[in-house]
């Protein structure tokens, strides 16, 4: 991968950090708190929107009074609100990139904004409970 591509960190390359972390101006750090703090108003309540939308569908795949049509519609709008939110961060980040200089630009990270998913991104998958766990669900019925 080319140096300014990608990751930018790792094996030998320098670390790449947050727009916050950079040496920010005051107009940059006042305009990128702004955003900042408008970006996360909106993420959140899309964020609720989705949660409400997955236990509405949880609630629909558990119902076996609901029709198959129903599911998908459900499934279909979860997948609608998660592209809207992945519209809003990438209209966010390029408003965070229009705010830094050429120089700052080659220490910023884009994932950096986001420290929660990128902590989720580091963390190995586990491959189950590394402790015993919860009971199993029942066993469906054998049918003779």
């Given at each position: 991968m080319k140096p300014g591509h990608g990751m930018k960190y790792?094996?030998?390359?320098?670390?790449?950090w947050a727009a916050s972390e950079l040496k920010l101006s005051p107009d940059q750090t006042q305009a990128y708190d702004l955003l900042s703090h408008t970006y996360f108003q909106e993420a959140k309540r899309y964020r609720m929107e989705l949660f409400s939308k997955r236990l509405e569908l949880r609630e629909y795949l558990t119902d076996p009074s609901v029709r198959t049509e129903s599911i998908q519609?459900?499934?279909l709008e979860i997948i609608e609100l998660q592209s809207k939110i992945e519209g809003k961060?990438?209209?966010y980040l390029?408003?965070?990139r229009n705010l830094l200089t050429q120089e700052q630009l080659?220490?910023?990270?884009p994932e950096q904004e986001f420290p929660m998913v990128q902590r989720m991104m580091d963390r190995p998958f586990r491959m189950g409970p590394m402790t015993p766990g919860p009971p199993q669900p029942p066993e469906a019925p054998k049918k003779d």
């Open positions: 790792g094996r030998g390359e320098p670390r790449c519609a459900k499934n961060t990438t209209e390029i408003q965070v080659k220490s910023w990270c």
